[in-house]
């Protein structure tokens, strides 16, 4: 089977000081107050509730500031956005007004949470899940035509290490991408991994020694690929009552469908030049990201 990417580019970059939040779709959807410790959800009903729902398009982007250029390595990067998809509605967050944007979206241990967060990367991985809860996103130009009305999540791989822990210890081989997702709001997969967030936040603030500084590891388990990969293995494993290690997925050539969570091969989000599997203008790379990693600076580990 052949599946026809449609040739649309997206942003790129991540990092501390800006991070590419995915393109996501604009609804006023209000949950209930009590985010954290909610009932069992049924997995096909909620499924099958968004299935319902289309897909309006609107970019979300999250950088320091309202700046235009903010690095050599990303002139033109933001506006291009908006060039590439003019009729697209357009918001941008910056440091400054991230927090009020939390506080009229959310209410209590999510808003204490957030509004606590010193530390940048963490607040921007947070904000990343919270906008895709309350928002969700993205453009149906992404999915292919035989998946269309099957899709509430589309997701991509990041990392593959072929039937290999993707870090030691780890029972999984992949590590999905979390830098760019797409997403119907309120997709239970993104429910529960807003409260694992905020229940591994709590624990890094209250276990934190005064001084002490957040490591690389600790972004990533605590908000970061780590979290993101398990709950969503978790949730594969649930919805086809099969256990999911990542192994299934090694190698992936095309999307593949798992429950309402389209995967995508790892170049369509993962591309990496250097890598030399596709030639840059492929119109399987739907993403070209620049892994800056400016934050890893600030992170030992």
């Given amino acids: 089977m052949t599946t026809n990417f449609a040739p649309r580019k997206f942003g790129k970059g991540r990092s501390n000081k800006m991070v590419q939040l995915s393109r996501l779709m604009f609804i006023f959807h209000r949950l209930g107050t009590n985010i954290l410790h909610r009932p069992p959800s049924d997995p096909g009903l909620e499924s099958q509730s968004l299935l319902s729902r289309s897909f309006p398009t609107k970019i979300w982007q999250c950088w320091k500031d309202d700046s235009e250029d903010p690095t050599q ?3 033109g990067f933001p506006h291009q956005w908006r060039i590439v998809n003019p009729d697209w509605r357009y ?4 440091d400054s007004n991230i927090d009020s ?3 009229e979206r959310f209410d209590g241990t999510i808003v204490e949470v957030f509004t606590s967060l010193k530390d940048h990367i963490l607040r921007a991985d947070f904000l990343r899940y919270l906008i895709l809860l309350k928002e969700g996103g993205p453009v149906s130009k992404w999915i292919p035509e035989q998946y269309k009305q099957s899709v509430n999540l589309v997701i991509g791989i990041e990392n593959d290490h072929h039937k290999q822990p993707i870090w030691p210890g780890s029972r999984f081989s992949v590590q999905l991408c979390q830098y760019t997702v797409l997403a119907k709001p309120g997709h239970l997969a993104v429910k529960v991994l807003v409260d694992q967030v905020v229940s591994n936040l709590q624990h890094l603030i209250n276990t934190e020694a005064p001084g002490t500084r957040i490591t690389f590891e ?5 908000t970061g690929p780590f979290v993101f990969t398990k709950v969503l293995m978790d949730y594969f494993t649930n919805v086809t009552g099969v256990e999911h290690t990542g192994n299934e997925l ?6 593949r ?3 309402d969570v389209l995967v995508l091969p790892k170049d369509s989000f993962g591309w990496l030049p250097q890598e030399h599997t596709r030639p840059k203008g492929n119109p399987t790379i739907l993403v070209e990201h620049l892994f800056i990693g400016s934050w890893r600076a600030e992170h030992p580990g």
Wanted: aromatic share 8%.
């Fill in 73 to 75: 390595r990303t002139v």
């Fill in 91 to 94: 918001e941008r967050f910056t």
């Fill in 101 to 103: 944007y939390v506080r």
């Fill in 218 to 222: 600790d972004v990533m388990s605590t």
């Fill in 250 to 255: 090694d190698r992936l050539e095309e999307p």
């Fill in 257 to 259: 469908l798992i429950g």
